[in-house]
């Protein structure tokens, strides 16, 4: 990668995102200038604020956080459809910057052999290395802000884009805050997101406050080092008699791992309680603030609470997995291409193992895991699968094309859980990170190995543990299945996806780099995902007999 882009990757990825945004936004407002679907309320509900009119319109059922930054925002940007729709575009602009932001916090806070070398002098190669992965974070957050279901909102008047934003911000205190103030900051932030959407209580309480016990406890043990693996009665000892707990890489684990993690961490926390209180008072004083919320409004959503009744929705868990692998196909690559890459020529295997993350180490899903997850979807789907009228009653929705194919045969329900399972275990999977000396005897002696600074430790069971718990509880509570809703599920997930080694590793001998290709799939496949949906939103309408006179799009 030339010098230049590495230097000046943020600010070419922002110049791109402002550009790409600024186009979809232009062509938007000519073709569609009035208010469409959602944004009839929205818009309304805004002039209505702007004119200084607090009254509510009963058929809208989130909170008043978007337009209370229109009203905000009146005097300079003024309260028409266009000026409106512009906060959005600003606010995917911002989201590239936070997103980048958080991936160079993550590696800091993974690493922290960083803080120990910060102001000492490094070698030449260990400095290019750490600039290639700042370049590698930049891309990763444009590829953020370009995601489909949410770019997509950047030009309309809907409450998803600014809602991802605080979230994101939060996300990013969490990351940074060790103080008083900072943790005051998390609680201003975490009440800030609540008036966007109610389910972001999840992600600004319950999924910081899991990453912020593991952390505190993993700290507070006498030994870092982590029992022998397989020794369960040593891991249990051992959570007990020196507070480890028990979080092995993701490429390493096993079911039995998770429920030992679990574990050790309530033994670990009962051996520590007012530690572990200490961490969590910033995110119970949200959830008491939410409750006390809940209960003076007499439910969770605002406005007409019959046609948004919280429910048990499991199938929804379901549902992620085929979301994420459509939209992030490209980062699946490693694990899908796993099995046959051992049948490929010895050289197409080193491209594949440097470049689309497979690993030696990847294994199916056992027969246990396998037999438990279909079968628990099976029961799910037979008993608990929930089709919201909305979804039937509006061909506007491409859910509804979704669920036409489901309901067009009563086994393709059936049917679809084993696609499920597969899909599942590639997103899991594409979050292990097999380290560059993983495959040392095919590697050269000229291949540098990563530099300590510049990589990302693999991700850990504790994450995927907490960031699968926050998700149930974020979408399993509602009936209604819409891919705005797995917007911030995704985005957590993509942000400790790790990075292919070879982008990370130094050839001494050509001194050129490679760089991790499934990034660039990665902005084409979202490129062209957007160019298609934006066409046929803008050109490929359609009318109702009983409207004749008022053309439909088609919409996320």
């Known amino acids: 990668m030339p010098a230049i882009l590495q230097t000046w990757a943020l600010p070419v990825a922002l110049l791109v ?3 790409v945004t600024a186009t979809w936004y232009n062509l938007l407002s000519t073709e569609v200038p009035k208010p469409y679907l959602d944004e009839y309320f929205h818009v309304a509900q805004s002039q209505k604020y702007c004119k200084g009119d607090y009254s509510w319109d009963p058929k809208i059922t989130t909170p008043p956080g978007l337009y209370l930054v229109s009203k905000l925002l009146a005097p300079f940007l003024g309260c028409d459809t266009s000026s409106l729709r512009a906060l959005n575009a600003g606010a995917i602009c911002l989201i590239c910057l936070l997103s980048c932001g958080i991936l160079r916090r993550l590696r800091a806070r993974n690493n922290p052999i960083n803080q120990e070398t910060k102001g000492v002098r490094t070698s030449e190669p260990q400095n290019l ?13 444009l590829n953020i802000a370009l995601f489909p279901p949410l770019f997509f909102f950047s030009a309309l008047y809907y409450t998803d884009v600014m ?8 996300y990013s205190g969490y990351l940074t805050s ?14 800030s997101a609540l008036f966007f959407r109610q389910t972001n209580i ?16 993993k700290r507070e043990a006498e030994h870092p080092a982590s029992p022998t693996v397989g020794d369960y009665k040593a891991i249990l000892h051992d959570s007990w008699s020196k507070g480890i707990i028990y979080d092995c890489s993701i490429q390493d684990a096993g079911p039995q791992d998770y429920m030992l993690f679990l574990v050790s961490v309530a033994i670990s926390a009962c051996k520590n309680p007012m530690r572990v209180i200490r961490v969590a008072m910033p995110y119970i004083s949200l959830v008491m603030i939410f409750a006390g919320f809940v209960a003076w409004n007499g439910s969770v959503v605002l406005g007409d609470k019959s046609a948004h009744t919280a429910t048990i929705h499991l199938p929804q868990m379901l549902y992620l997995w085929p979301y994420i692998a459509f939209f992030s196909a490209p980062l699946l690559a490693g694990p899908l291409l796993q099995p046959v890459v051992p049948l490929l020529p010895k050289r197409l295997q080193t491209v594949c193992k440097s470049n689309l993350n497979v690993s030696s180490k990847i294994r199916p899903p ?6 438990l997850f279909i079968a628990g979807g099976l029961i799910a789907v037979h008993l608990n699968t929930i089709i919201h009228p909305y979804t ?3 061909n506007r929705h491409y859910v509804f094309y979704v669920f036409k194919i489901l309901r067009l045969y009563p086994a393709i329900k059936y049917l679809a859980v084993p696609v499920y399972c597969i899909c599942a275990w590639l997103t899991i999977q594409s979050l292990a990170s097999p380290s560059v000396g993983e495959d040392a005897p095919e590697r050269k002696r000229d291949d540098c190995p990563t530099s300590i600074q510049a990589s990302r430790q693999p991700c850990h069971i504790s994450f995927v543990t907490i960031w699968l718990a926050t998700t149930a509880l974020s979408v399993i ?5 819409e891919p705005r809703y797995f917007i911030i599920p995704w985005i957590m997930w993509r942000l400790h996806v790790p990075y292919s080694p070879a982008s990370l590793s130094q050839h001494r001998s050509t001194d050129k780099p490679s760089y991790d290709i499934r990034l660039v799939l990665e902005t084409i496949w979202v490129l062209t995902i957007n160019a298609a949906v934006s066409y046929t939103f803008l050109y490929r309408t359609f009318a109702w007999p009983s409207e004749p006179d008022n053309l439909q799009r088609f919409i996320w």
């Open 202 to 217: 999840f992600w600004v309480a319950i999924f910081p406050a899991g990453l912020a016990v593991v952390d505190v406890l």
């Open 129 to 141: 290395v750490d600039c290639r992965a700042r370049a590698l974070d930049a891309h990763s957050a």
């Open 477 to 481: 509570t509602t009936p209604l299945v």
């Open 17 to 19: 995102i402002v550009n």
């Open 392 to 394: 039937l009653a509006d």
């Open 366 to 371: 056992t027969f246990l895991v396998s037999t």
């Open 178 to 191: 060790e103080s008083v103030a900072g943790e005051l900051s998390t609680v201003f932030i975490g009440v």
């Open 163 to 170: 809602s991802t934003m605080v979230v994101l911000l939060s």
